[in-house]
């Protein structure tokens, strides 16, 4: 798990520091899924606020 993290971070810096033809869509791709998980994350919470209204 450790080297996988560490995998995905060093792709990911390697495509910020020297862009080539395959890192705009890794970088679309990580801003797609911090979206998802901005969204998911605010969902959760907008949830447990209703339900907490209703109790």
Do not use: N
Not at 6 to 35: F, K, N, Q, R, W
């Amino acid at each position: 798990m450790q080297g996988s993290i560490e995998d995905m971070a060093y792709t990911v810096g390697g495509a910020l520091v020297s862009p080539s033809l395959g890192s705009a869509e890794l970088i679309l791709a990580l801003l797609v899924a911090c979206g998802f998980a901005f969204s998911a994350i605010q969902s959760a919470v907008a949830g447990r606020k209703d339900e907490a209204r209703w109790h």
